[in-house]
Structures are given as structure tokens and as C-alpha cells.
């Protein structure tokens, strides 16, 4: 996570300097990169910021499911493969997609304020909230911890495996291979398409993927030029809060492929979470919280997932990390 520095004035801003950004290839992706791009412009005039395109794993194997276990990082590998061969100086991922453990050499050097963490119901029919969608509704969704939690609020509900970027999902859903999808909020928000969303589902429905609507600044560590640079879009309190999400995650051992979930919220100096794991057909939750002050941020996630695995959650995800 980034670390606390005095602002001054950046050699990078000179006028011949040139700060390359990588970024995926998505709608999404150059929202939130040329979102970045902007602020700097504003922040440093003189700098020139410029934008590489990335193809990831991801990009290029549009039918394999996010959910194998071995796909973990394939929407990050390449662009921090890019980052260490100085091809890049900056990458901008979305949070959620960042692995707990990244290269040695590489940092999370900022992390902006968070957009709505929350998930969105969007439906092309009449039913606006998640009970009242039609007994045995089908739901599209990309994410075993949606399914999981959906499933347990509803197990009548048939859940469909629903890959794409925002725009093919939701084009998806027009054309009737579901009644209802569950996406971000954040992405749709960014992309302008607030619209869309029939309902945002509340944390006592669903809990989202840890680190959900922020995203990562990522750099060489030893760019200590850009890392100044790039400081001031640090937001610490979003920065604190993902930082005890990432904890619990790590603890828990998951990724993609697992259906867990967690949310924090830091306030001055104290923190909250709250944390699930749950069977992917929704028989079985363990959900828990905990408070702690700032300085326990990451003792604190790790803590709330020892706790969960303790009460019944170490049996929940055994299977699968077999």
C-alpha cells in the first residue's frame, strides 16, 4: 500500500518527460486510466502522460471462465510484465483484480477515492428489487461469490455463467439469456451508466469482492520520481480500507475462484469489517465482523478471516483448494 510522503514539487513534471501509463484495452479499463491521466494533467501541466494499450491473459481467451483457480491475475500478469521491463512507468488495474501478493519489485503507490462498492441488480423486466424477481429467475453473473450469496438469499434462482466486459453483458441480458444480471456499481457508474441499474444491492444482501470499486496505481518500487508524482490522488482512508480487505483475502486463501467476500470502511482513526465465505450453492454462510483502530488495519482482516475459517469456513473452501 502506498506510504505516507511530504509533497514537493516532482523532477517528472518537467516538460520532457513523458509518464506512460498501461492499461487494458476495455471501455472500462481506459475510463478509469484516462480518469488518472486527467487528474495529473491538472496536478502537473507540464507533465506528458501518455497511454499504452495492454492485451492481458483475460483479453485474449474470451471463453475460459474467470472461475479456474489457475486464472488468477490474468487481467494484471502482462501489464506488470510491462511495468518491469520499463515499457510503462504506471499501471491502473481495478483493485478487485490485483492478486494479494505482486512482485517484489513492483507497489501499489496510490489508491484513489472508491467509487460504490456495491453490486447492481439490472433487469429488463418488471421486478425492481432481488425479492421480487419471479420464482426460479435466471441471473446471470461471472462471480461464484455472487452466485453463492444470491443463492442463499434465494435458492430458487437458476444462476448462468456470464462473461464479457459491461457492454457484452448487458447486451447479454437484452437478448434474453437471463432475466436479471449482477455487475458493479462502480463500473457502471464510471462507464455513465448509472441508469441501468434496476437496484443496489445493500451489504446485508451482498458483500462485494474485496477491494471492489477502488482501484490500484501501480509502479516500480524503486520509481521513487513517480511514486512522488502520483501521491496526491492517494486516498488514505480508501487506501486503509482495502488494505484490511486484501489481509482478510490473503488469509483466506482466495481468489476468483472463491466465494468470498468483505467490506471495510475507515473513519478517522478506527476501522470496520465485515467478512463471508460461503458454499457456492448457498447452503452454507459464515459471516462475521469486527472494529479495530487504524493501526490495526491489517491484524484486523486477518484476524476476522481466522475467525471465519474457525467457525466453519476452513470446511467451506477445503474442496476447493484441493
Known sequence: ?????????????????????????????????????????????????????????????????????????VFVKEIEEALLSQEIDLAVHSMKDVPTVIPDLLRIVAVPEREDPRDAMITEGTARTLAGLPRGAVIGTGSIRRQAQLLALRPDLTVVDLRGNVETRLKKLSEGICDAAILACAGLNRLGMQDRITARLEFNEMLPAPGQGALALEARKNDHRLANTISFINHQPTALAVLAERAFLRRMGGGCNAPVAVHARAAQESIEIEGLVASADGSRVVRKSARGNAEQTESLGSALAESILAAGGEEILKPLRA
Do not use: C, H, Y
Open 1 to 73: 500500500m502506498p506510504e505516507e510522503q511530504p509533497e514537493m514539487e516532482p523532477q517528472s513534471t518537467k516538460a520532457d518527460f513523458i509518464l506512460t501509463i498501461g492499461s487494458r484495452g476495455s471501455a472500462l479499463a481506459l475510463e478509469q486510466t484516462n480518469w488518472v491521466r486527467t487528474q495529473l494533467i491538472r496536478r502537473w501541466p507540464k507533465l506528458q502522460v501518455k497511454v499504452k494499450i495492454i492485451k492481458t491473459s483475460a483479453d485474449r481467451d474470451q471463453t475460459a471462465s474467470i472461475r479456474a483457480g489457475s486464472n488468477i491475475g
